[in-house]
């Protein structure tokens, strides 16, 4: 697709469940990340990959947050052990080039809105 | 600290009216400043960015101008629609670990009415 694309769009889970969201970025992106929105408030990064390496997973907030993107494009998202205060949108962006070659726009999908019960 | 303050919360604005919002950082190292655009239920999209360079950006309707010395930077959407109705988010990266990873403001809800 043109686009960065999100699935699952709704989640919901129960307390203590594991859950996995997928991200397909723009084909050919270099850079992907992860980004944490909660109820009206701005993203916050959790992660970024350039190709298949996390160079960089200072945001996420505790070890139940894993992410890997193994072929350097399809990227999954994985939240152990769920908690009500995991409830957010998980949104994915994408960007054409790695870091080193400066600054450039982010593409956003839709997201993932996660709900825990 | 890497922070982005962003203001006002909420905007109300008559259709055909300038809408501003304000965002002012701290960290001098940022080197990009991009604005974003969300409607509910959808995901960011880039709206317009500027780089500290230039002191404004014009494309269409939506202006950047930009502060270097206040460290401040907004955004100015003139001829407001209700089309522009949605929540408006400024941005802000430079180079970390070369990742240019954005550092967002909280957010500004925008109403045109009509």
């Known amino acids: 697709g043109a686009g960065v694309s999100q699935s699952p769009r709704y989640k919901v889970a129960k307390r203590g469940q594991d859950v996995a969201l997928r991200c397909d970025p723009i084909?050919?992106?270099?850079?992907l990340f992860w980004y944490q929105q909660a109820l009206g408030q701005g993203p916050e990064f959790l992660t970024y990959?350039?190709?298949?390496?996390?160079?960089?997973k200072s945001g996420l907030p505790s070890d139940r947050f894993f992410a890997e993107r193994p072929e350097g494009s399809v990227s999954t998202l994985k939240i152990q052990r769920t908690q009500q205060e995991d409830s957010a949108v998980y949104l994915c962006a994408s960007r054409e080039t790695a870091g080193s070659e400066g600054n450039q726009p982010q593409h956003f999908g839709d997201g993932t809105r996660l709900s825990i019960l | 600290q890497q922070q982005v303050k962003q203001s006002p919360q909420s905007l109300i604005v008559q259709k055909g009216g300038i809408s501003i919002i304000n965002c002012a950082y701290e960290n001098t190292a940022f080197d990009y400043f991009p604005w974003y655009q969300q409607f509910p239920g959808k995901g960011p999209a880039l709206l317009i960015a500027?780089?500290?360079d230039v002191s404004e950006k014009k494309e269409g309707r939506f202006t950047i101008s930009f502060n270097k010395s206040a460290k401040q930077f907004s955004l100015h959407i003139m001829d407001s629609q209700p089309g522009d109705s949605a929540t408006y988010f400024c941005?802000?990266?430079?180079?970390?670990?070369?990742?240019?990873?954005?550092?967002w403001g909280a957010g500004t809800k925008l109403i045109i009415k009509p």
């Open positions: 990959f350039q190709n298949e390496a996390q160079l960089d």
């Open positions: 941005a802000a990266s430079g180079l970390r670990d070369s990742n240019y990873q954005l550092i």
């Open positions: 500027i780089r500290p």
């Open positions: 084909s050919g992106h270099v850079s």
